[in-house]
């Protein structure tokens, strides 16, 4: 059943008529053209699709329309600011820490909540935090890597 979805998208006031039963990575690729949440396995287990919603790391093929109606979503379109990247985007960037760079998206959303709740934390943590979302090209080393550094250059 189609119902008006309001919700705030990257820090604007959204609103769109759909299904409540669409999954929110549909709706981002093909209602709002934000194309850079992908698609992995469609179960939610992958991380390919993580978004944060209300700052909290979501797999959005595991979430329909109608749970996000007031919450706020942030893509990874909406991390960097005035054309300039996020520090952690930037930290993979520099560390090279992608190899086909489908997971990355997904990586960097997720690094962006472990950091928020933890801005200081351990390799160890690092690793834990970062164990549920899969990268299938071995960029493992290099991810935490680019967690560390970012942790970093965010307190600076």
């Known amino acids: 059943m189609e119902k008006n979805i309001q919700f705030e998208l990257n820090g604007k006031k959204v609103e769109i008529i759909l299904d409540q039963e669409q999954s929110l990575l549909w709706a981002l690729r093909t209602h709002f053209e934000l194309t850079g949440t992908k698609y992995g396995c469609g179960l939610g287990f992958c991380g390919a699709c993580t978004v944060l919603i209300d700052n909290e790391p979501v797999r959005s093929c595991a979430i329909y329309m109608a749970d996000v109606e007031g919450k706020k979503i942030t893509t990874i379109e909406g991390l960097g600011t005035n054309g300039k990247l996020h520090p952690i985007q930037q930290a993979f960037v520099d560390h090279d820490a992608m190899q086909c760079g489908y997971c990355t998206p997904g990586m960097i959303m997720n690094a962006v909540s472990l950091l928020n709740k933890n801005?200081?934390?351990?390799?160890?943590?690092?690793?834990?935090?970062?164990?549920?979302?899969?990268?299938?090209?071995?960029?493992?080393?290099?991810?935490?890597?680019?967690?560390?550094?970012?942790?970093?250059?965010?307190?600076?």
């Open 119 to 156: 801005p200081d934390p351990t390799r160890l943590q690092i690793i834990e935090g970062m164990n549920d979302n899969y990268c299938r090209c071995g960029a493992h080393n290099q991810i935490v890597d680019a967690v560390e550094s970012a942790a970093k250059a965010i307190k600076q």
